[in-house]
């Protein structure tokens, strides 16, 4: 079986700080992992995915986030914060394709707060 | 404008009824889903298809049924069997393959009075 773990509920930052947050999965096998955004009462937006190659993946709105295979981490991050930020982060994983569906399986989510 | 568009953006359902959520997409995605958020839970999968006329059971389906007879639209109905229906529900839909991303509409935001 499959999990993703967010484990802060929420994250506050103040506006220009960096901000991280956290994600860990438990999976067997390379997994493909993905990070959207919600805003309220809105859809998911996609933000970024880790595939393969570089740990160091950049995305959409200044985001990036890093694979660590050792640590089964993909922590999002941004170098300065903005208040346009605050919003509602999940992280995905996926395993790849072997012949049939594969289940995509979300963390519950991270609202991030950014403060002025 | 490419996208997904899920409709009504609210919907009221009495007791005992059926109520069919709409979900059209003109990305010419094969694969479709339907997820359900609660708060705190995260998204759960409901159904999904991975081609025309071919649709599965996810994690949490009981209660809910779909059709997929055209490739742009996956229409969920959300019946009487249903106990709980109250929530926000997402439809999304994606290239074939692991590795592709999501795309989401805008939720359908059920709620029974």
């Known amino acids: 079986a499959q999990s993703v773990a967010q484990p802060e509920d929420q994250v506050n930052v103040a506006e220009g700080n960096p901000l991280t947050v956290k994600c860990t999965y438990s999976?067997?096998?390379?997994?493909?992992l993905f990070w959207y955004v919600q805003y309220p009462n809105r859809g998911l937006q996609f933000l970024l995915k880790y595939i393969t190659g570089d740990n160091l993946v950049k995305g959409s709105y200044g985001f990036e986030a890093e694979f660590n295979k050792s640590q089964t981490s993909f922590h999002l991050k941004k170098p300065s914060a903005l208040v346009s930020d605050s919003a509602l982060y999940f992280c995905?994983?996926?395993?790849?394709?072997?012949?049939?569906?594969?289940?995509?399986?979300f963390g519950t989510g991270t609202k991030l707060q950014v403060i002025p | 404008d490419g996208g997904i568009t899920q409709s009504p953006k609210y919907l009221f359902r009495k007791e005992g009824q059926n109520v069919t959520l709409s979900c059209e997409q003109n990305l010419n995605h094969d694969a479709m889903y339907w997820y359900r958020q609660d708060p705190g839970q995260g998204l759960r999968l409901i159904y999904y298809s991975q081609i025309v006329n071919d649709f599965q059971k996810g994690d949490i389906a009981e209660g809910y049924s779909v059709s997929r007879e055209k490739k742009e639209s996956f229409p969920l109905t959300v019946t009487s069997a249903q106990k709980n229906p109250t929530a926000f529900y997402l439809c999304a839909s994606s290239r074939r393959g692991s590795n592709t991303e999501a795309f989401f509409g805008q939720g359908t935001r059920l709620t029974v009075v």
């Open positions: 999976v067997s096998g390379n997994p493909y």
């Open positions: 995905a994983v996926r395993l790849p394709n072997s012949g049939g569906y594969q289940k995509v399986t």
